[in-house]
């Protein structure tokens, strides 16, 4: 008579090749995947350089509350995607009547490591976004108002997938304010 542990001792001495391959398997995939995580760990950190070229039409930018540093680039340095930069201007009213602010935005471009643009120019993109707090306040000839613009980014799975596939190393737009008549 045999006993009830030798059926299935017998099969593990049979099966040591099978067991030895899946064991090798569960091994290589555990291996791979903790491969897989740590690259894309190392890759959270996702950033890309940018600025913006200001065009502005009635309105001239400036750096300082005191008029004396004029601009037409926003150097937003570093974007992390889920992110929000802010960058304060000064914008002095150039026209003759009593007007509001526009913003608008354009141009959007995303280019690779090697300068190669990989989306774009487009008028706007699902991926980040410019707001101000203007108020729509009514801006005299001559007047100058302090503004904060506010640069957001999506954190999304498709914005960081779009940076890793293409490899997405740098980004720009125009920014186009502009004013109109108020009476």
């Known amino acids: 008579m045999k006993k ?3 059926p299935f ?25 903790a491969l897989i995580s740590t ?6 950190d996702l950033y890309i350089p ?13 750096w300082d509350p005191d008029l004396k540093n004029e601009t037409n680039e926003i150097p937003w340095s570093t974007v ?5 930069n802010n960058i304060t201007l000064y914008l002095q009213s150039v026209s003759n ?18 300068g190669t643009i990989v989306l774009g120019p487009v008028k706007s993109t699902n991926y980040m976004s410019l707001t ?11 007047q100058a108002i302090q503004v904060t613009l506010d640069l957001s980014t999506d954190k999304s799975d498709d914005f960081i997938w779009f940076l890793i596939n293409e490899n997405v190393k740098e980004f720009s737009f125009d920014i186009r304010i502009s004013t109109s008549e108020y009476s």
């Open 50 to 62: 940018s600025f913006a070229t200001i065009k502005t039409l009635g309105v001239k930018s400036y």
């Open 9 to 33: 001792t017998e099969l593990v001495k049979q099966s040591k090749k099978t067991i030895l391959l899946m064991a090798i398997a569960i091994l290589a995939a555990l291996l791979l995947s």
């Open 97 to 114: 009547i009593k007007t509001k602010l526009e913003l608008q935005t354009a141009n959007w471009t995303f280019r690779n490591s090697n």
């Open 39 to 44: 690259w894309l760990y190392k890759n959270v």
């Open 132 to 142: 101000w707090n203007y108020n729509n306040a009514t801006i005299d000839p001559g």
């Open 80 to 84: 992390y995607p889920g992110t929000s």
């Open 4 to 6: 009830p542990h030798q």
